[in-house]
């Protein structure tokens, strides 16, 4: 596999010519080829494809409260909570607009609340000093007149998504400062310091009749399309309610040379500090993208197809605005943003390739405008898929599973010659793998049969100090459960400084959500108990903050004492 070359375009007109082209190549009776705009009221849904799996603790022991789990230290990531040690912020909807809550951590208190009307489903949270970020999905529907409705309004042929980003002032009561709106589906997002980078995919604004398919028709309407249709369209309203509308500049897209499709992907950059939103300098290219993997210095965007991976890198580094640097393909798929990692300037890649499947760790130096490939290990579990992949440093732990779980060792000190040193086959498999102590790794995932068939969920402790010999140390089972830790890291908490483990906990038996909590100590795992919200709900997150855990779901927030887990505050919704 070699690097994908960029290419920038002579011109506004060339830019729009070229997406013109592509779309009529891709043009269907019902609309382009793969448009996740598209739902008729016949069924179906507008796919967004977000991966908000996440991935390890940010530095925030000696501060005494943990921070989310996240893929790098010092690299946040969107959660449905924050904390910055004194304040608790939430975000969450039950039936109607999410609702932001403000927690006095110290006293236990809810001390303020804000709806934030216009927006429905789920939203996330980055949190800087005094102001949160509210990232969102919306859709707007565009009604077929003289549909199937009997009030003759016709009925939602096309969802048009839309980015929704609210700016929140934490100073007194929370109150709303910004919003911006923008043509397309949130990605996913990463803050370094109080930059936020939100990465947006968006397609061109062209409305089909579904309700009359037509090939030609749609051809022409392709045709006939104005330039403006092409590339995203924002909106940012002010404090004051100023509104300015905007569309991403033409002369900050470019493409790599091979690409023959009409979406765009573009990274927007907004400084949390400053006393509104702006137009987020909007950097963008003509690209699929569903995966982020960010860094202190750059950050990857990668379009996991079933036969290639093509990875996108925008250099973020400094407060500039972020350059669309480099690209590059891999064999196969990723399985999430812990298949990248970037060390020493190589960006590493773990990879299943489809077919009899087998897996390929492959590493990537940046070549002037290409990520290069320059070494690759493959043959990693043939006949079987990755379930999950973690970089440490200059080794690598891979994950594959059909019947039993191979943890394989992979010495990547020598980019050039990757190389497996160690394998280790176990029944069942880790879905999430998490440093703990040097020479150790924490897998959550679930224990299996020898036929493949699995029972339950198992938290595993692995000690990979000699890479030769990666061997299993404890294991704690829980039969017929499962934790959403397995496909979300934001709900595993680990606390090194206690050694206490949290995951969420699915009964199948019919028994109430729980919360497990696990204590590491030298080499074993033991069961310091479980947490029971007194509505009975699901737990989905956990942090500490001073000697109290907390955990989250959707009916409130409970607070515990984290060495007796004696209850302290039950905070509903």
Known sequence: MGGLRLVSYDSCSGLYAELRRAALAKVGQFGLEGDPRILTSLGGGAEVARDMSANVPGDAGAAGFSGTNTHERGVDEPDQVKTDGRRIVTISALGGAPVLRVIDAASRTQTGELALTGLHGTADLLLSGDRALVLADGATPRFVPNGFAEDGRGFPSTVRSRLELRLIDLSGPP????????DGSLVDARQNGGTARVVLRSSPRIDFPLERPDLEGNRRI???ATDDVWLPRFEVTGPDGTVVIGTVPCDRVTRPASYDGVRTLTMLSFDLA????????????????????????SLYVADRGRENTEIYRFDTGGASAPRYAASGVVPGYLINQFALSEWDGVLRAATTIGGNASSVVTTLTRQGAALTVTGSVGDLGRGETIHSVRFLG???YVVTFRRTDP????DLSDPARPRVTGELKIPGYSAYLHPAAPGRLIGVGQDATEAGRVTGMQVSLFDVADPQSPARLAQHHLPATSSAAEFDPHAFLFWPATGHLVVPVADHTGAAPSALV?????????????????DGGPITRALVVGGTLWTAGPGGLQAVSLATLEHQAWLPV
């Open 274 to 297: 400053a006393p509104a939103l702006t137009d987020g300098a909007p950097v963008g290219v003509v690209a699929e993208g569903d995966t982020v993997y960010g860094t202190g210095e």
């Open 407 to 410: 943890l394989y060792a992979v």
């Open 175 to 182: 109150r709303q400062i910004g919003r911006y709106t923008a």
């Open 222 to 224: 392709v045709r006939d």
């Open 518 to 534: 696990l204590r590491l100590a030298g080499d074993t795992l033991a069961e310091a108990g479980r947490i029971v919200h007194p």
């Open 394 to 396: 200059d080794r690598g």
